[in-house]
């Protein structure tokens, strides 16, 4: 080796595990005549990189400019290395584990090579379910640990074929160094459960009943689908009747880009996530006269859209059985109401088995389930933008890095509804795949196992557990039996939080916290919210009117509960409140009668401040939506309602919403009783619903923009975060970012985190690992 010659060390962190980093830097380093090694280190890839100078900084240029198409790179350390050993050619080793930070790549889906490769009749991957390479393919969902290699995934019980192997260990195959690997002759392999065709007979099976008026279910990357012809009305309504489904809107997978187009309205922007790597759900715009039954989103002007990402997927449009299948399938979860999507054969005969015709699965497991992640676009001053409604396949784990410097490992455990978890280390923060509603006790079972897969494969052992405040959540309970120091925070804290740390705001801001239900620090149900908050502290300085829930968790569900109740308040003459809610028809007199007996005893009646449960009052009070059959189905009712509307009055001014005031602690009160008692006499006076649906969320968003500025006078604070589920509401959050913006607030938006309750663990994280710093900051 020439005395000229000099040795760098290159540590690359981020996604570089499982995205073809390794084999790309060793194409690199040949082509520029650079000796050396390239290595997983579990935390990073590292690489030693020897020449002439020259050639190392065209090295180093190369890999920061053109790296994997799938890596992202977040930081680079580049040193020299004074006593180098020297190398006669560049070789990928053996991976070693050390310490660090850990990036784990989400999976991917299925590139064009592939899925040309995939129809291509003379390719021995023709029509190979489980076809992948460098760029594409599982990668989170089949890995036990770091650093990712086979022997550490679930592909280690398929070993390789000599053509496979050749193509693993040749730099110019696109397949080099790619773990999940294989073809027909050594990979896994379909079969229907309880019966006997396997390989290529049971996918054809399967197409046959789907395309005959069957379900199926479908084992795909991370878990199972239930799947049938979404143009065939009939066996779209027997899936909903199967599935305790009947209003819900179901996704559909269409076989291409041009079946999306026929169907929905999209932009440029939203073809390119629908058609890029990671193909999460997509809320689209329905078009008129398109194929879709209408079962699919009933009463709904958008339809949620994807396109195949696995290949089992793609062939279940396209194979040479000669059958004939629609361009549109329902791809629904494959799970029982409540429970965590199935992924292995037990749990979907358990489940699945009444719901599907035929179960078409593989012998590949899936270590880690991942539920479809599912994306809607806001659109704020003309801009539209992602605006994510649950975060998981393709997206988690994917850190969320703070420029705060903290130093600590945290687990949060998430809330009740729409459960994911965070494991925070140091200043990144991974946020989990979606695991669902932990009131079954299967959800729960999930994220007990997920939680201690992620912990060992991010090699964190947290110092303390971070949980709602709520002592009743399964998800609080679960916290406490993990022998950890337990750190309860606020759930609508959480909220705020999570919304800032996703946008690495770290300083006081004004946070809006609307959502459902949450645990208040006074024991009451919290859900309309105004906090002064930062990553440490937080104070209640404002919240919507409180009034009566009659009716504990069935007013969650009936809205016509809540409607009654802010009609009581207004109306204390017996007589004519009932006969105000009989004429509104929001219940009958058996009804009306128990729940003002609850009002005046005070049984099963709590003090609330839920914005949630004000839409659904709204909801019922307006005649849209009387009672919900799954979470928010009011509120959407509500907000299509006001959105149809608007289309036809885009430019109609609202009434003027009631002033602000303030009680007797200092704390801005919007006054929504009595604003919700004069828009159910407007409706008594004949005016449109519509309008009125309209008005509610102009009205409201105006409260809430009067209420900000009203605490701005007080603590010169111009920053405001809007978070938690009633900001899933487009509308409301499209009219309060504009107006507060119009009155020069700077506004932080959610994008990637949901505002809903899937995004509160990276703000019980967050919050979490600040409290932690403190201490030990004081203890020093």
């Given at each position: 080796m020439n005395d000229v010659n000099i040795t760098h060390r290159i540590r690359l962190y981020g996604i570089v595990q499982g995205v073809g980093f390794r084999p790309t830097v060793s194409r690199y380093a040949k082509a520029l005549g650079i000796c050396g090694q390239?290595?997983?280190?579990?935390?990073?890839?590292?690489?030693?990189?020897?020449?002439?100078?020259?050639?190392?900084?065209?090295?180093?240029?190369?890999?920061?400019?053109?790296?994997?198409?799938?890596?992202?790179?977040?930081?680079?350390?580049?040193?020299?290395?004074?006593?180098?050993?020297?190398?006669?050619?560049?070789?990928?080793?053996?991976?070693?584990?050390?310490?660090?930070?850990?990036?784990?790549?989400?999976?991917?889906?299925?590139?064009?090579?592939?899925?040309?490769?995939?129809f291509d009749p003379d390719n021995r991957r023709y029509l190979h379910p489980f076809i992948n390479c460098t760029n594409c393919g599982p990668r989170l969902t089949i890995l036990d640990e770091l650093p990712y290699d086979r022997e550490r995934t679930s592909m280690k019980d398929f070993p390789m074929c000599s053509d496979c192997a050749e193509e693993y260990t040749d730099p110019a195959s696109r397949r080099y160094d790619a773990q999940p690997v294989c073809c027909p002759s050594c990979g896994p392999e379909l079969y229907l459960l309880g019966r006997a065709e396997r390989g290529h007979e049971a996918m054809t099976k399967t197409r046959r009943i789907i395309a005959d008026g069957g379900i199926a279910a479908v084992k795909g990357i991370g878990g199972f689908h239930l799947c049938c012809d979404a143009e065939n009305a009939a066996v779209v309504a027997r899936l909903r009747h199967l599935k305790h489904r009947p209003h819900k809107p179901l996704a559909v997978m269409m076989r291409d880009e041009a079946a999306v187009r026929r169907e929905c309205v999209i932009d440029a922007g939203q073809a390119r996530i629908l058609t890029g790597h990671q193909k999460p759900i997509l809320l689209l715009e329905k078009k008129k006269g398109g194929r879709l039954c209408e079962g699919i989103a009933p009463g709904q002007l958008t339809v949620g859209v994807m396109l195949p990402y696995a290949p089992v997927q793609c062939l279940l449009f396209d194979y040479d059985d000669g059958i004939d299948m629609p361009d549109s399938l329902v791809m629904t979860s494959g799970n029982a109401a409540g429970a965590a999507i199935c992924h292995n054969d037990a749990e979907a005969q358990r489940e699945l088995s009444h719901f599907a015709d035929v179960i078409l699965s593989n012998d590949r497991p899936i270590v880690t389930r991942a539920d479809d992640s599912v994306m809607d676009f806001v659109t704020v001053?003309?801009?539209?933008?992602?605006?994510?409604?649950?975060?998981?396949?393709?997206?988690?784990?994917?850190?969320?890095?703070?420029?705060?410097?903290?130093?600590?490992?945290?687990?949060?455990?998430?809330?009740?509804?729409?459960?994911?978890?965070?494991?925070?280390?140091?200043?990144?923060?991974?946020?989990?795949?979606?695991?669902?509603?932990?009131?079954?006790?299967?959800?729960?079972?999930?994220?007990?196992?997920?939680?201690?897969?992620?912990?060992?494969?991010?090699?964190?052992?947290?110092?303390?557990?971070?949980?709602?405040l709520h002592p009743r959540y399964q998800s609080t309970r679960f916290a406490g039996t993990l022998g950890l120091p337990v750190m309860p925070i606020q759930h609508h804290y959480a909220h705020i939080v999570a919304c800032t740390a996703e946008n690495d705001v770290d300083r006081p801001v004004i946070g809006l916290a609307f959502d459902g239900t949450g645990y208040g620090d006074d024991g009451t149900i919290w859900g309309g919210e105004l906090f002064i908050a930062d990553w440490q502290h937080y104070?209640?300085?404002?919240?919507?009117?409180?009034?009566?829930?009659?009716?504990?968790?069935?007013?969650?569900?009936?809205?016509?509960?809540?409607?009654?109740?802010?009609?009581?308040?207004?109306?204390?003459?017996?007589?004519?409140?009932?006969?105000?809610?009989?004429?509104?028809?929001?219940?009958?007199?058996?009804?009306?009668?128990?729940?003002?007996?609850?009002?005046?005893?005070?049984?099963?009646?709590?003090?609330?401040?839920?914005?949630?449960?004000?839409?659904?009052?709204?909801?019922?009070?307006?005649?849209?939506?009387?009672?919900?059959?799954?979470?928010?189905?009011?509120?959407?009712?509500?907000?299509?309602?006001?959105?149809?509307?608007?289309?036809?009055?885009?430019?109609?001014?609202?009434?003027?919403?009631?002033?602000?005031?303030?009680?007797?602690?200092?704390?801005?009160?919007?006054?929504?009783?009595?604003?919700?008692?004069?828009?159910?006499?407007?409706?008594?006076?004949?005016?449109?619903?519509?309008?009125?649906?309209?008005?509610?969320?102009?009205?409201?968003?105006?409260?809430?923009?009067?209420?900000?500025?009203?605490?701005?006078?007080?603590?010169?604070?111009?920053?405001?975060?809007?978070?938690?589920?009633?900001?899933?509401?487009?509308?409301?959050?499209?009219?309060?970012?504009?107006?507060?913006?119009?009155?020069?607030?700077?506004?932080?938006?959610?994008k990637l985190v949901p505002p809903n309750d899937g995004g509160i663990a990276l703000g019980q994280a967050v919050a979490a690992m600040s409290r932690l710093q403190n201490t030990t900051d004081q203890q020093k």
């Open positions: 390239v290595s997983n280190r579990g935390a990073w890839v590292e690489v030693l990189a020897q020449g002439t100078p020259e050639q190392v900084t065209a090295f180093e240029k190369q890999i920061e400019n053109a790296p994997p198409e799938r890596a992202t790179v977040m930081k680079t350390e580049i040193k020299a290395v004074d006593r180098p050993i020297y190398f006669d050619d560049f070789q990928i080793v053996d991976s070693e584990k050390v310490k660090g930070a850990i990036f784990v790549s989400p999976d991917i889906a299925i590139c064009d090579q592939c899925k040309t490769e995939l001053d003309g801009r539209r933008q992602p605006y994510m409604i649950r975060r998981s396949r393709g997206y988690a784990p994917l850190p969320y890095r703070v420029s705060l410097p903290m130093h600590g490992q945290i687990l949060a455990v998430g809330g009740e509804l729409k459960n994911t978890f965070c494991i925070g280390h140091d200043q990144l923060f991974y946020p989990s795949a979606y695991v669902g509603d932990l009131a079954d006790v299967r959800t729960l079972n999930a994220l007990k196992e997920s939680t201690a897969r992620m912990l060992t494969l991010l090699k964190v052992k947290p110092q303390a557990v971070a949980c709602d104070k209640r300085v404002g919240h919507i009117e409180s009034f009566w829930q009659l009716g504990g968790d069935a007013a969650s569900k009936e809205g016509w509960r809540i409607a009654a109740a802010l009609l009581m308040a207004e109306h204390p003459d017996p007589e004519e409140w009932e006969a105000l809610v009989l004429s509104l028809g929001l219940c009958d007199v058996k009804q009306a009668r128990v729940l003002k007996m609850m009002a005046e005893r005070k049984i099963n009646a709590v003090r609330s401040t839920s914005a949630g449960r004000l839409f659904d009052g709204a909801a019922a009070g307006l005649g849209i939506c009387r009672e919900s059959t799954f979470e928010g189905e009011a509120a959407m009712a509500l907000e299509t309602a006001a959105e149809m509307y608007e289309a036809v009055h885009p430019d109609e001014a609202a009434h003027l919403s009631p002033a602000v005031t303030e009680n007797a602690s200092g704390q801005v009160v919007l006054p929504t009783t009595a604003w919700f008692n004069d828009l159910i006499a407007r409706k008594a006076t004949g005016e449109e619903t519509g309008r009125l649906a309209y008005a509610f969320h102009i009205e409201l968003s105006e409260m809430m923009i009067s209420a900000c500025c009203r605490i701005r006078e007080r603590c010169s604070i111009d920053t405001v975060a809007l978070s938690g589920g009633v900001f899933q509401n487009k509308m409301l959050t499209r009219l309060t970012a504009e107006g507060l913006k119009a009155r020069g607030f700077e506004v932080l938006l959610h």
